[in-house]
């Protein structure tokens, strides 16, 4: 049953209930109706709820679940025990603080919650849905309703369950060190971890109408890419740890000194907000001040209350029907320029791509070069593959400059980084249709063999492992140390086999657990649980066993004998992605429905 008539039914069944069948529904939506009371509101939020939870228990049962759920039966535990290591952390932080009597400094504690919950939430996303909220407002659902629904749809990210443990943990901290300020504490990291909470409900929901665009995506993009590797230059290039050869960089007294009088002169307008607002508010309450402590936790409720009214506000315009997508802003912009829809204007650029015509000048099937071309101007438009290409050369590039470029074991320092880079570029194949959506049903409509369709899917792989290979080659010999002949062609050859064998089930993965993906919204996963930790666990073993090679290669003191174990492994990987390649048309017409029921659903 779709999720409209299941949704529909709910409605009718529990509107009846509330008004004991003296009413219709259709008498009640009429314009001369009252006003809807509390208990039918209250009937509409549990039909939501128990749908919710109905489509949850359902997903269960779909093909290919099972793994799911053993994905996340290994992956949840893993990324508990590091939160809970975190909250432990910032509690004691917050403990030594308070009973070492520098109370102030709980402060720090709590912009370092805050500025986690921001990384978590660009790194780790919002929680997806198995539909789209907006579908909603086809039923009668007031505004204010709407707006309550949208906000606890997203409330338990991963960011927030973690801003609520670490506050938890910082007001237990506090509470230990001073225990007559428990009560003072606890409501404190209540209504910060509230705030938190509302804080990035608002915030992704104007980055969902932002990604609305392809420039918005890019910009946004380009914005996290610095942030992101600003942070990792400044861990490797001042943290004191791990600095064997290299004395530590050290900052000169002057910008010190600059660098003091800056956070001094920000210290004021940092304490107007809600992190500084509840630091100052603990400060207050231990020296006798419960007024001073009152009017920050009313502060810092004032910025949940602007938070939440910036939320509604996109949130009302959403249930006026706004739509945003890059169809609809294309068409737009078509209909602007010339006044009428361009319809072949999609198939102009597949046409004139070089990367086309170029893989057809060398002989390759029409089939495989048409999609060749696609996918590139797939890649050109994903902003997100980008970051998954560029992110892994310059962290060995900075990890090249101070750590690495003069230890002893500088030779292995290119196989690493090039391991290290294919976990970026691996798990795009793992859901090859998962851009396409409802468009992948034409392969099979159009008279193409679709093993063809998956060597041009592979063939962008391939491309781009090997272009971030040559970047990482480029930056260790410019910065580094340049690898031995006998380590090049080893690390290459391992990655040819690496790839091959990723390859093969990431095919299979494409088909038997695809995962859509809509670019313009930050809950939309890039790949299932299960395709997500298939292509990790694939790279870390296939590393494993390469580095057993150089190993035993190291131990008998011939390094010639790890290019020829190389060239072993990379022939039963070819072999292996071969008969895999061969059954892979008979695969997918035989889970075509299920891969079907994934890409074609709605938003």
Request: glycine share 8%; net charge positive; proline share 4%.
């Amino acid at each position: 049953m779709s999720f409209a008539r299941i949704c529909g039914a709910r409605f009718v069944w529990l509107r009846r209930q509330a008004k004991s069948g003296e009413v219709r529904m259709a008498n009640e939506l009429s314009p001369a109706s009252e006003a809807w009371s509390g208990k039918q509101v209250r009937a509409q939020l549990l039909a939501i709820a128990w749908l919710r939870w109905r489509i949850l228990l359902n997903g269960f049962r779909r093909k290919g679940s099972v793994g799911d759920v053993v994905a996340l039966a290994i992956t949840v535990p893993i990324f508990a025990l590091m939160g809970l290591a975190v909250a432990v952390g910032a509690g004691g932080a917050a403990w030594y603080y308070t009973s070492s009597g520098q109370l102030e400094r709980v402060t720090w504690v709590l912009w370092g919650t805050f500025a986690l919950c921001q990384f978590l939430n660009i790194n780790v996303g919002q929680p997806g849905t198995k539909f789209d909220p907006t579908q909603l407002i086809r039923f009668p659902l007031r505004a204010r309703s709407y707006v309550f629904v949208r906000l606890f749809f997203g409330i338990l990210s991963p960011a927030n369950i973690m801003v609520a443990l670490m506050s938890l943990a910082i007001g237990v901290g506090v509470s230990v060190a001073l225990p007559s300020l428990w009560a003072y504490a606890m409501l404190a990291m209540v209504v910060f971890a509230a705030t938190n909470a509302i804080f990035t409900r608002m915030v992704f929901a104007w980055v969902d109408r932002w990604l609305s665009t392809r420039r918005a995506r890019e910009i946004f993009t380009a914005v996290i890419f610095a942030g992101s590797m600003g942070i990792q230059w400044l861990n490797v290039t001042f943290n004191l740890s791990g600095k064997h050869h290299h004395h530590a960089q050290k900052i000169s007294p002057e910008h010190m000194a600059m660098l003091l009088n800056v956070y001094h002169q920000a210290l004021p307008w940092l304490n107007l907000l809600p992190p500084g607002l509840m630091g100052n508010g603990l400060v207050a309450a231990h020296s006798g001040n419960p007024m001073a402590y009152v009017g920050d936790i009313a502060d810092c409720l004032l910025f949940a209350l602007v938070f939440f009214a910036i939320f509604a506000l996109r949130t009302q315009t959403e249930y006026r029907g706004e739509v945003f997508s890059d169809q609809a802003n294309g068409v737009k912009d078509a209909t602007e320029r010339t006044g009428r829809v361009n319809t072949n204007s999609a198939i102009l650029p597949a046409q004139m791509t070089m990367g086309g015509t170029e893989v057809r000048r060398l002989g390759v099937p029409p089939t495989i070069a048409a999609v060749f071309a696609k996918e590139i101007l797939t890649v050109r438009r994903n902003s997100g593959v980008f970051y998954a290409l560029v992110a892994p050369v310059l962290l060995v590039l900075f990890m090249t400059m101070t750590r690495l470029a003069s230890a002893d074991n500088a030779s292995y320092v290119f196989p690493g980084a090039l391991a290290y880079s294919l976990i970026g570029v691996v798990p795009l194949a793992f859901n090859s249709f998962g851009l396409e959506g409802a468009g992948s049903q034409f392969y099979f409509m159009a008279p193409v063999r679709l093993r063809d369709v998956f060597i041009a899917k592979n063939m962008i792989n391939i491309l781009l492992a090997y272009v971030e290979a040559g970047a990482v080659l480029v930056v260790v010999t410019l910065v580094g140390k340049k690898p031995t002949a006998a380590m090049l062609v080893a690390s290459i050859l391992w990655a040819a086999a690496t790839l091959m064998i990723t390859l093969t089930f990431g095919n299979r993965r494409s088909v038997a657990g695809p995962k859509k993906i809509d670019l313009g919204r930050t809950s939309s996963k890039q790949a299932s649980p299960l395709s997500a930790l298939l292509s990790i666990g694939l790279v870390i073993l296939s590393a494993a066993a390469g580095a057993g090679m150089l190993l035993v290669a190291q131990y008998l003191k011939e390094m010639w004998l790890a290019p020829i174990g190389m060239v072993g492994y990379c022939a039963l990987a070819a072999v292996v992605y071969w008969r895999g390649l061969a059954s892979i048309e008979r695969y997918t017409l035989e889970h075509r429905e299920d891969m079907f029921q994934e890409l074609c659903k709605g938003k």
